[in-house]
């Protein structure tokens, strides 16, 4: 049989075909002159930066297959379905690629044309003829896979390769979906960018998956818009945002920022501190968005006397009287204290200039402003309307009981007032050892006093662990702009871990988002997610478990040791497998493992740091595994980890999250008594 005639020979020929137009498309870039095209270096600048980026994006991951699958249309998309119309075929793949002539040869799987291939069906098959799903080995096509949607005489079936490619060994860094999405994320994926989208999903699930790609889908939709106002991922820690770093790159977009909730609130001060669980609880409590505001407008002080302005031979009064009811409006506008106080010498001013009409003068908005800074009107805000200093408040009402009590009467009773006021008295902002709560508390107190910049969309990942607080301060990022949460109420590790997502999207000021939830796991095996599931009426009992659609069951093993020797022995016998392993232990267990795997020969890393051929073992504390995954997992001591929290059910969440972290398999090991919620 020729070679044409081979249909495996011909996708490989499209590839080869499309490699070479891409790398075509990218050396047009990297030709293109701009010396004569700009105005000045400030645009010159702007556009080698643009050109640069665009240079990035057209990169050929040549490990990473360039189009994935294909649709066979019955007829020509948005043409007329009149009997013999010919159909069209597109190549489906993580980014647009055209020959010299501009015709498509790979279709963004972001594109209208392309949403078939992750929604079309037997029960539906959206005009499509054939979907053909690629095989890839090292970036290779090895194999292929069709459906013949329209075809009535063809049942329906489950993909080997899609099953494959969620079941392939996770080596390195959280790698992109568009592959295997399936229909029920692909509608959260593209959802429109007004709204805020809340996913529930339980581990395995892929919502960090959907989340991340829905920000590219995002990009791709209303790129001009999403330029101008930016997009941010927020995540847990940064171990976690190294591991979901290049999911967003790989799909050819590069300006999206990412941060942890403490990256944004910690912009003036140094965190040295902790809290205890109480102090933190009340700390994160929405209330204390009221006392701050009460603190910050008790500065403004009714004016006692007027205001005598002198210009050239004349004086002109402004009554107190006159300049109470001007602050009084401005309080009532509910603007904030900044600019309100910016506001009050222009009108000021604008109840001189109407004195100044009234006797038969012209003054115009230059007089206006000259009198805005005439330096009795100056004296005149200074003591009525003084500035504020957020972080110096915050100490303040963390310092001072007097204070604390006038601004969190009716608030806070007195009990809850002593939790967190602040032991010994401290000198200054700079010498004070803030904790990350404080971080959030002088951040709202710095949006009453200036409005906090808004983004164009935020991607809020393991929302579950925040305080309401924490969400004032991520939806102060997106007030005009919308969001996507990502969360698992089960897995809520922490002393004010989220109750309902109603709450959470009310105190992020997106009280109208709606709700998914996702309950096909496609990475945690049946037998380990079946064994976490027995903690869900412990921890969440409203929760739907997830239901695993992997046809693999995965390996699970139970085993009592006597000793951290047998540890290392269970990571050894994993580390035969191909793929990644995790030790997640309790953290108080980790350097007592650490030295156990050194002494052993064991090299090992840290969460985050990316494995390799020759060191494929991270040790896990317990505190960090929230997001991460590993094909193989060997979870030290189960009780441990619970009585690491300082209560059980916090615990038992740290322990679920722990149990689920595993790919492929997973190993328990324990020589104390197994937590009782695991009996069964």
């Known amino acids: 049989m020729p070679a044409t005639d081979d249909p495996l020979a011909r996708e490989r020929s499209h590839l080869a075909a499309s490699r070479a137009a891409l790398r075509a498309m990218r050396e047009d870039v990297e030709s293109l002159d701009i010396k004569d095209v700009t105005a000045n270096w400030v645009n010159a600048e702007v556009l080698a930066r643009q050109i640069e980026e665009r240079i990035k994006a057209l990169a050929d991951l040549t490990d990473t297959p360039l189009f994935f699958g294909r649709l066979d249309y019955l007829h020509a998309p948005g043409a007329d379905r009149a009997e013999g119309a010919e159909g069209e075929r597109f190549y489906i793949g993580r980014r647009h690629v055209h020959d010299h002539d501009g015709d498509p040869m790979v279709i963004d799987w972001r594109a209208p044309v392309s949403q078939p291939f992750y929604r079309a069906s037997k029960k539906d098959p959206m005009d499509v003829g054939l979907r053909r799903r690629f095989g890839y080995t090292r970036g290779d096509i090895t194999a292929y896979e069709d459906e013949h949607l329209s075809d009535p005489a063809e049942a329906a079936q489950t993909s080997k390769l899609l099953q494959q490619e969620i079941e392939r060994p996770r080596v390195g860094p959280m790698r992109d979906i568009v592959a295997t999405i399936q229909p029920e994320q692909d509608e959260i994926v593209r959802s429109g960018l007004g709204g805020t989208v809340c996913v529930q999903g339980g581990p395995g699930t892929g919502k960090t998956a959907v989340g991340l790609h829905r920000v590219a889908y995002l990009l791709y939709a209303h790129r001009e818009r999403l330029a101008r106002t930016g997009t941010l991922v927020i995540g847990p820690n940064r171990s976690f945002l190294h591991y979901i770093e290049q999911v967003l790159p790989a799909l050819g977009e590069l300006s999206v920022q990412q941060a942890t909730v403490d990256d944004l609130v910690a912009k003036s001060i140094e965190v040295r501190g902790t809290d205890d669980a109480p102090a933190a609880v009340l700390k994160g409590d929405a209330r204390m968005a009221e006392v701050l505001k009460r603190a910050v407008h008790s500065h403004v002080t009714m004016p006692t006397e007027p205001v005598m302005v002198v210009r050239g031979s004349r004086r002109w009064r402004v009554p107190a009287y006159e300049i109470e009811e001007i602050v009084r409006e401005l309080l009532d506008r509910g603007i904030r204290y900044g600019a309100a106080r910016e506001a009050l010498p222009q009108r000021i001013a604008h109840a001189v200039l109407v004195q100044m009409e009234r006797s038969g003068e012209a003054p115009d908005d230059r007089v206006q402003d000259a009198v805005a800074r005439n330096s009795a009107v100056k004296a005149a805000v200074k003591a009525i309307w003084p500035p504020v200093d957020p972080a110096r408040l915050v100490l303040r009402l963390l310092t001072d009981a007097d204070f604390l009590a006038e601004h969190a009467e009716g608030v806070l009773d007195e009990d809850e007032q002593k939790t967190i006021l602040w032991a010994k008295p401290v000198r200054s902002v700079k010498s004070a050892k803030w904790s990350a709560a404080d971080a959030v508390l002088i951040d709202e107190a710095r949006d009453i006093v200036e409005r906090t910049h808004s983004l164009g969309h935020v991607v809020l990942d393991e929302a579950q662990d925040l305080s309401p607080m924490q969400y004032r301060a ?182 679920y999250v722990a149990l689920t972290r595993a790919v492929s398999g997973l190993i328990v090991t324990h020589s104390a008594p197994l937590p009782a919620a695991l009996a069964g």
Request: hydrophobic content about 40%.
């Open 474 to 655: 991520v939806g102060r990022r997106c007030s005009t702009g919308s969001a996507t949460v990502l969360g698992d109420l089960a897995q809520g590790t922490t002393p004010w871990a989220t109750r309902s997502w109603d709450e959470a999207l009310a105190h992020l000021g997106k009280a109208d988002g709606v709700i998914e939830e996702l309950t096909a796991g496609f990475r945690v095996p049946t037998d380990v997610i079946t064994y976490a599931s027995r903690l869900l009426p412990h921890i969440a009992p409203g929760l739907t478990p997830v239901a695993s659609v992997r046809e693999n069951p995965g390996f699970f093993d139970l085993r009592e040791t006597s000793g951290t020797g047998e540890v290392v022995a269970a990571c050894e016998e994993l580390l035969r497998n191909e793929g990644s392993t995790g030790l997640i232990a309790a953290d108080a267990r980790v350097p007592e493992l650490a030295e156990a795997l050194t002494a052993a020969g064991i090299p090992y890393l840290a969460p985050g740091e990316e494995t390799t051929a020759e060191t494929r073992l991270t040790l896990v504390p317990a505190s960090l595994a929230k997001g991460l995954e590993y094909d193989y997992v060997v979870l030290d001591e189960p009780q441990a980890v619970v009585d690491g929290e300082p209560d059980e059910r916090t615990g038992l969440r740290r322990l």
